[in-house]
């Protein structure tokens, strides 16, 4: 079992910037692959960025690219998700999540553990 908590939502205004956390504990968090996603009201949950278990790679939703940067901390069990210039259709839940296989996976299904949700509120 791997447990996460997700921290630092909030309301900002548009072109602010945020920066998430995701805190991990149970079995060894450098065996994942962990991801972001996010869910608005009314719509599927989506893939907004992944990192493989070293860090070495990462994979984004192309609307992220270039303002969104995921990155991770093995030694504090840590994922991050930064993210600037942020825009009112950023408006979601994310959520943190990990994948124990062995490719970056944007498809939820791949993720076994997911935390709670935090709430990032852009206002226009």
């Known amino acids: 079992q791997v447990q996460l908590v997700e921290s630092g939502g909030g309301l900002v205004q548009a072109g602010g910037s945020l920066r998430l956390s995701c805190a991990a504990s149970?079995?060894?968090?450098?065996?994942?692959?962990m991801g972001w996603f996010r869910q608005a009201p009314g719509k599927e949950r989506e893939f907004v960025a992944a990192i493989s278990r070293r860090g070495a790679r990462t994979d984004y939703l192309d609307s992220v690219k270039g303002r969104f940067t995921i990155s991770r901390d093995n030694a504090k069990n840590t994922m991050y998700l930064q993210m600037n210039s942020l825009k009112p259709e950023d408006t979601a839940l994310y959520y943190c999540a990990a994948d124990p296989h062995l490719y970056l996976s944007n498809n939820v299904r791949n993720y076994d553990y997911w935390g709670q949700g935090t709430q990032v509120t852009v206002s226009s």
């Open positions: 149970g079995r060894t968090f450098s065996n994942y692959i």
